[in-house]
């Protein structure tokens, strides 16, 4: 695919893609074509449709965004009859059927796309979602693995691939291929680089330092240090004790219930409550005194 379709579909797209080659500096700016302005009306429309209806929320007028959504697909339709190897076309309009759970006819113009640019992305990861849907972890894999490779900066792509390894673990572990240790340390692994690509993605970071306890043998005094730093990236007083509710936990595991007591005396929200007392029913009576 040449750069500049590379530059316009990760524009277009609703999730920050950087595709492959796209920001090599020997990468010369080529005029638009038609097809590709085109696109981009298309996909601001997209946008705007979009962006309304998350604004709008429970008010959402359905009736209305459905209209909007069959005009958006009559002219990615339109586009594509008038250019049937447009690969960014397909992938943007396969991703639009996605978000709009359209998923059988999303991963037809998926398919599409990937066998007129292999090369793409956003496309092998959505395929990927797909074949982790249907139940078939091993084949998704082999799709985020795509993405990755032709991305390796993007950090949804390897969260992704954390995500699937340990929800399908019995899956990767009956095909014989992988063990519980491998399993474990490309989970943390991919969860670590999608935490580390997006530092100001808390979601990332709290999913890192929750993966510990997914390890058949975890490294306790890391995990502690994990929550350490998602305390002090905290942003109110309450992620702040739920991340020291979680370092007590850790020290708990590691056998330092009276540093645990200590760092359970200083969360005080209420509604921290009911998981304080399930901790502090951990320790020894004196203990928890």
């Excluded at 059927?97 to 640019?117: C, E, M, Y």
């Excluded at 340990?166 to 491998?182: T, V």
């Excluded at 991919?190 to 390890?215: C, T, V």
């Excluded at 991340?243 to 509604?271: F, I, S, Y």
């Amino acid at each position: 695919m040449p750069a500049r379709l590379l530059n316009l579909l990760a524009a277009l797209l609703l999730l920050a893609v950087t595709c492959a080659g796209a920001d090599s500096p020997q990468a010369q700016p080529e005029p638009e074509t038609l097809a590709e302005k085109r696109l981009k009306d298309i996909s601001e429309h997209q946008r705007v449709l979009f962006a309304d209806a998350a604004a709008q929320g429970k008010d959402l007028d359905a009736a209305e965004f459905k209209s909007q959504a069959e005009q958006l697909t009559r002219e990615y339709e339109s586009l594509l009859r008038d250019n049937p190897k447009f690969a960014a076309g397909y992938a943007s309009y396969g991703y639009m059927l996605w978000k709009i759970s359209a998923r059988k006819q999303a991963v037809a113009i998926l398919l599409k796309a990937n066998q007129l640019d292999p090369d793409i992305p956003l496309v092998k990861n959505e395929l990927g979602n797909y074949l982790a849907e249907e139940g078939k972890p091993l084949e998704a894999l082999n799709y985020y693995l795509s993405a990755v490779k032709l991305d390796p900066k993007e950090p949804l792509y390897h969260y992704q691939i954390g995500t699937l390894l340990y929800e399908a673990r019995d899956e990767f572990l009956k095909s014989g291929e992988w063990s519980r240790a491998s399993i474990d340390h490309s989970m943390q692994e991919a969860f670590k680089n999608a935490s580390e690509m997006a530092p100001g993605r808390i979601e990332f970071a709290y999913r890192y330092a929750e993966s510990y306890y997914d390890m058949q043998d975890p490294d306790w005094p890391a995990a502690l240090k994990a929550w350490q730093g998602m305390e002090a990236q905290a942003a109110s007083d309450v992620e702040r004790q739920t991340m020291r509710l979680h370092q007590a936990n850790v020290l708990l595991n590691m056998g330092r219930a009276e540093q645990a007591r200590k760092l359970l005396d200083t969360v005080t929200e209420g509604a921290l409550g009911g998981q304080k007392q399930k901790l502090l029913a951990q320790l020894g009576p004196q203990q928890a005194k």
